[in-house]
């Protein structure tokens, strides 16, 4: 039987919906003093996975394997930055599951993390295709799923971060995994929780997950991506076709997002996708004092933003909730 929460939310389910457990859940959860006004948790995605490869990315990939091969594909065709922890991450867990994997790169500011990341790509057995840029990239996709057919059956084609409909689904997972631990009275229930966003599908999963699960918890986005639409009325959208695929496959999920339901800010960003910032850098620091691992593309921002609008008594009251996406890569 699945141990997916969402299944036994929806019994029968399963039965078209597959999941594909790739991680020990739940994730813990923990306090942090950081000296910030309103009491701060952790729920700490980092270590979620197997053999050091973990984070946000292996939640969507428990939905979207499964998927890939309930459509009979045996490659997997997507795209991400040349520093892409999504692309490693369907390279490593999609090998493993008998899957084939192509990737597009666009280019991001080098560093050595970039360059670290690019060795990893190399020798993970995924096809590499640099296409550079958005634009190029949009412009070679018919030819890169001609490319990677097997016979007459095309690659499963999954956009930047996995954040599709099903992708998302790994973050209703987690908001439900969260009530749970809530209700346990392992952490007071958070009246926000705040995340980095890179292409929408954590924030989308987890605000369609927290009406489901019947919490009161809102949802931060700090956008970390300038090349992808993702403000709120995109994220509201995403999380409502990712009700529509429970709809469609049976599920009686009756919850709707509203664009109001969600908060995208973007001042943390600095000059663009992949560049660190001071702010970053300096809640880097922060976490590593009170034992959290960040990296400054994507998780010390939102770290940042957190620590700023309490200051500023932008988060109103009540716990807040920072969820740690970040998977630290181990060779």
């Given at each position: 039987m699945s141990d997916s929460l969402l299944h036994r939310r929806f019994p029968g389910l399963a039965d078209q919906l597959p999941f594909l457990r790739l991680g020990v859940a739940p994730t813990p959860v923990r306090e942090l003093a950081l000296g910030t006004r309103n009491a701060v948790w952790c729920k700490d995605e980092s270590g979620y996975g197997s053999g050091g490869w973990g984070g946000n990315k292996i939640r969507k990939l428990e939905w979207l394997l499964p998927e890939a091969r309930r459509r009979g594909a045996r490659t997997i065709l997507t795209v991400g930055g040349t520093g892409t922890n999504w692309g490693l991450a369907v390279a490593r867990?999609?090998?493993?599951?008998?899957?084939?994997?192509?990737?597009?790169?666009?280019?991001?500011?080098?560093?050595?993390?970039?360059?670290?990341?690019?060795?990893?790509?190399?020798?993970s057995g995924a096809t590499l295709h640099f296409t550079h840029t958005k634009l190029r990239t949009i412009l070679a996709a018919p030819w890169l799923l001609l490319r990677h057919m097997s016979g007459r059956t095309p690659p499963y084609l999954l956009p930047a971060?996995?954040?599709?409909?099903?992708?998302?689904l790994g973050y209703v997972e987690v908001a439900l995994e969260l009530a749970a631990q809530v209700a346990a009275g392992e952490l007071p229930e958070p009246a926000r929780v705040v995340t980095?966003?890179?292409?929408?599908?954590?924030?989308?999963g987890l605000?369609?997950?927290?009406?489901?699960?019947?919490l009161g918890t809102r949802v931060l986005g700090v956008v970390v991506n300038d090349s992808l639409p993702l403000d709120a009325p995109h994220i509201a959208g995403l999380a409502n076709r990712a009700a529509g695929v429970l709809r469609a496959r049976g599920a009686r999920c009756e919850v709707s997002v509203?664009?109001?339901?969600?908060?995208?800010?973007?001042?943390?960003?600095?000059?663009?996708?992949?560049?660190e910032t001071p702010a970053a850098v300096t809640a880097q620091r922060l976490a590593a004092e009170v034992g959290l691992e960040l990296e400054t593309v994507y998780t010390a921002k939102a770290l940042a933003a957190l620590v700023d609008l309490d200051a500023r008594g932008e988060l109103g009251d009540g716990p807040v909730l920072f969820l740690n996406t970040y998977g630290p890569r181990a060779d």
């Amino acid at each position: 039987m699945s141990d997916s929460l969402l299944h036994r939310r929806f019994p029968g389910l399963a039965d078209q919906l597959p999941f594909l457990r790739l991680g020990v859940a739940p994730t813990p959860v923990r306090e942090l003093a950081l000296g910030t006004r309103n009491a701060v948790w952790c729920k700490d995605e980092s270590g979620y996975g197997s053999g050091g490869w973990g984070g946000n990315k292996i939640r969507k990939l428990e939905w979207l394997l499964p998927e890939a091969r309930r459509r009979g594909a045996r490659t997997i065709l997507t795209v991400g930055g040349t520093g892409t922890n999504w692309g490693l991450a369907v390279a490593r867990y999609g090998r493993e599951q008998g899957f084939e994997t192509a990737l597009a790169l666009v280019d991001q500011p080098v560093d050595d993390h970039v360059l670290a990341q690019l060795r990893r790509l190399e020798t993970s057995g995924a096809t590499l295709h640099f296409t550079h840029t958005k634009l190029r990239t949009i412009l070679a996709a018919p030819w890169l799923l001609l490319r990677h057919m097997s016979g007459r059956t095309p690659p499963y084609l999954l956009p930047a971060g996995g954040s599709s409909p099903i992708g998302a689904l790994g973050y209703v997972e987690v908001a439900l995994e969260l009530a749970a631990q809530v209700a346990a009275g392992e952490l007071p229930e958070p009246a926000r929780v705040v995340t980095a966003v890179g292409s929408g599908g954590t924030a989308a999963g987890l605000a369609l997950g927290l009406r489901l699960a019947g919490l009161g918890t809102r949802v931060l986005g700090v956008v970390v991506n300038d090349s992808l639409p993702l403000d709120a009325p995109h994220i509201a959208g995403l999380a409502n076709r990712a009700a529509g695929v429970l709809r469609a496959r049976g599920a009686r999920c009756e919850v709707s997002v509203r664009p109001e339901d969600v908060t995208m800010v973007g001042d943390w960003l600095g000059p663009g996708y992949g560049h660190e910032t001071p702010a970053a850098v300096t809640a880097q620091r922060l976490a590593a004092e009170v034992g959290l691992e960040l990296e400054t593309v994507y998780t010390a921002k939102a770290l940042a933003a957190l620590v700023d609008l309490d200051a500023r008594g932008e988060l109103g009251d009540g716990p807040v909730l920072f969820l740690n996406t970040y998977g630290p890569r181990a060779d």
